[in-house]
């Protein structure tokens, strides 16, 4: 069964700090690389993404680290602000046909204090 | 703005009752997704429509049906519900060829 595994699992961070979060990946077939944030009572939405060609990728505050030779891949959040404080997804994807199959990690909850 | 929409935000329902989640979208999307979310589990697909009246299996369809009449609809059905099937179930939908899955804002149903 394909699996990204993600930790931690929880993660307190003070503001102003950086948030980690890290996935791993089995599957080399896997080409694409999204991270999702959620809100409480929302729906997961498109954070930040990345393609396996690429080993960084910064959006403002947010950058994905990707290491193809480990098959792992980060999430960083500079500069952590208490309106990050969401759970964070981190997945994987190949395409088949006309469809991206997404197999998502179990979540990061991130709380950043005052 | 891409919008999914989900019947309901919160369902009470008992065992053994048949129950049906709807989903719309608005974007003229190919592609609709049904995920249900657990804590500690994460997003696990359940069943996914590339086409109108197609359907696949995803990694946990046991225990559940769907059906896509229309293109902008989307329906996962509990044909007898068990109190294993509590659960927040997500919708979404993707643009063929693009990668993006845009969420509706989740069914919270609870099976008594």
């Known amino acids: 069964q394909q699996q990204v595994k993600q930790s931690p699992q929880s993660l307190i961070v003070q503001k102003g700090g950086i948030s980690i979060i890290n996935c791993a990946y089995e599957?080399?077939?896997?080409?694409?690389f999204p991270w999702y944030q959620q809100f409480p009572g929302k729906g997961p939405a498109l954070l930040i993404a990345?393609?396996?060609?690429?080993s960084e990728k910064k959006e403002g505050r947010f950058t994905i680290s990707f290491n193809k030779s480990a098959k792992q891949f980060s999430l960083h959040i500079m500069d952590s602000q208490p309106g990050d404080s969401a759970t964070y997804f981190c997945?994987?994807?190949?395409?088949?046909?006309?469809?991206?199959?997404?197999?998502f990690g179990t979540g990061t909850k991130l709380q950043v204090i005052p | 703005d891409v919008k999914v929409t989900q019947s309901s935000r919160y369902l009470v329902k008992r065992t053994g009752e048949k129950v049906f989640l709807e989903c719309v979208q608005d974007?003229?999307?190919?592609?609709m997704f049904w995920y249900r979310q657990d804590p500690g589990l994460g997003l696990r697909l359940i069943y996914f429509?590339?086409?109108?009246?197609?359907?696949e299996k995803g990694d946990i369809p046991e225990g559940y049906s769907v059906s896509r009449e229309k293109k902008e609809r989307f329906s996962l059905i509990l044909e007898s519900a068990s109190t294993n099937q509590t659960s927040m179930y997500l919708c979404?939908?993707?643009?063929?060829?693009?990668?993006?899955?845009?969420f509706g804002p989740g069914t919270r149903l609870t099976v008594l």
């Open positions: 979404a939908s993707t643009d063929r060829g693009t990668d993006t899955q845009y």
């Open positions: 599957n080399t077939a896997f080409d694409y």
């Open positions: 990345i393609r396996p060609d690429v």
């Open positions: 997945a994987a994807s190949l395409r088949s046909g006309g469809y991206q199959k997404v197999t």
């Open positions: 974007m003229d999307h190919e592609n």
């Open positions: 429509s590339y086409d109108v009246k197609m359907k």
